[in-house]
């Protein structure tokens, strides 16, 4: 699939920044959450690079209910997922996504999840909220475009 200039660059920035995270040795947070995150199990991907997109699209919540260490494996497949997807799905995985980047939150699980990511993961999560804003503006999605602007500022 042929993506334009910008979603390569961006994409480019994605994999190096998050090149090195390896799997979590458990995704679910807690029994209760092993439900959202079955697929991603069951796919045994070793890289974040080889999770099947139609994982992602399928376990939109899935970053809802795991672990930081799977968050952070999870969190370039997701924006990868996005990149390569815009406008031809109709998966919840994007909000989803924006809900869990677009800024500071009260939930600790989330503050966990977002302490875990290295100054360079947070470049590629700003620059990828720089990206898509526009595009969910133009798509009419007001409310997840003011949520990505939010957490470009937090990121920066």
Not at 13 to 39: D, K, L, N
Not at 43 to 52: G, I, N, R, V
Not at 57 to 83: K, N, R
Not at 128 to 135: D, G, H, N, S, V
Request: glycine share 6%; proline share 6%.
């Amino acid at each position: 699939q042929r993506v334009p200039k910008a979603s390569s660059t961006l994409l480019a920035q994605i994999r190096g920044a998050f090149q090195a995270v390896p799997p979590p040795s458990r995704f679910a947070h807690c029994e209760e959450c092993e439900m959202w995150v079955e697929a991603i199990e069951a796919s045994d991907s070793t890289t974040w690079e080889s999770l099947p997109e139609s994982v992602i699209e399928q376990e939109h919540a899935a970053l809802t209910a795991v672990t930081p260490s799977g968050w952070l494996f999870l969190v370039p497949a997701y924006m990868t997922w996005y990149i390569r997807n815009v406008g031809s799905s109709d998966s919840n995985t994007i909000e989803h996504l924006v809900y869990q980047l677009g800024g500071p939150s009260e939930d600790e699980h989330i503050q966990q999840c977002h302490a875990a990511l290295s100054p360079a993961q947070r470049g590629a999560v700003r620059a990828f909220l720089e990206f898509i804003q526009p595009r969910l503006t133009a798509a009419g999605e007001s409310q997840l475009a003011a949520i990505a602007q939010q957490g470009t500022s937090y990121w920066s």
